[in-house]
């Protein structure tokens, strides 16, 4: 065959291989048609393979020639091949289309323990009015949950707090050792919170043989009933909401003289009457006194000299209070079903 015979076939090819590169209806097709044409075994290759068959001065001009077709097919199958890529990708922008007005999946975020939100609650509250946190072992010398407290050995506010007795020390029936403790630092005036857990033997729908206590503690040169209550007053307002109301009943602790038992206003149908305050408006929340001369003179300091009231209340109770809780055997058994209906309330 001729030069110009094989340059002709040459010309026909390229036409033939631009026609199949712009009608590749995708860029699998269009590479099938890459390998069809200018593949090792493509139909280009097998008209190289024609130059054997030329003359010494042919040969480089057929050569010539090829490599031009080559670079034109493969500048080609680049244009082809990127329109096509930028299409398909339009395309499946189309179909992918993402519906950004669907609900998320959603996922689970933890949240506070209703009795811990209530801590951190009367804690920021308190601590508004200079109060400050204090903490002590939960297995306590017996001194310091009883003898201190002016609870003697024989008197029978032993048998009030059912305790657990471990070898020569007790687990804490409350959190007021921990403030008997602090007085013995002799570092007035005193202002401290009390918090933590406290063990009993104990278990019903009202009481657990775990649970938690937080008091408030104050020793200055003078302090009367009536700061105790001013106190106790503005904490309910801000805890349980402003229309609050508390209310004084006198009890007995022996670590106080006089003692007074708080009740507050129901906050669930603010005092009108519900099964949680049992119809009478009033909710009883804890225990309150100015602090007894023999705990000041037990801890070495002159009552005559300085002076100090203290209250505590329950926190399981005081969540239960604040949520709506029926019962307080809930509270720590990590139901998940609970959890979810409480733990987010208030948050
Ligand atoms: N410690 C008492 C108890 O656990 C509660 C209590 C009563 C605490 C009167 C006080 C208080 O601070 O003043 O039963």
Known sequence: MSLQAMEKTLDLLQIEAETAFAQAKNSQDLYQ?????????????????????????????????????????????????????????????????????????????????PVQKTIRDMFEIMSRLGYSLELGPLIEKEQYNFEALNIPADHPARDMQDTFFVEGAVLRTHTSPIWARAIERKVFPLKIISTGPVFRVDSDVSHLPH????????????????DLKGTISFFMREFFGAQT???????????????????????MCKGKGCPVCKNSGWIEVGGSGLVHPNVFTQAGVDPEEWQGFAFGFGMERMAMIRYGIPDIRLLPENDLQFLKQFAGVGL
Do not use: W
């Open 245 to 267: 109301q508390t209310r004084f009943r006198p009890s007995f602790f022996p670590f106080t003289e006089p003692s007074a038992e708080v009740d507050c206003t129901c906050p």
């Open 33 to 113: 048609q890459k390998v069809n044409y200018l593949g090792k075994q493509g139909k280009l290759t097998e008209e190289m393979k024609k130059m054997a068959g030329l003359g010494p001065q042919e040969k480089p001009l057929f050569g010539k020639k090829i490599n031009e077709v080559k670079q034109k097919l493969e500048l080609v199958y680049a244009g082809v091949e990127s329109s096509l890529a930028e299409n398909e990708l339009s395309k499946k922008l189309e179909t992918d289309k993402i519906d950004l007005t669907l609900p998320a999946a959603g996922s689970d975020i933890g949240a506070p323990h």
């Open 211 to 226: 649970f938690h206590q937080f008091e408030c503690v104050y020793i200055g040169k003078k302090a009367s009933m009536g």
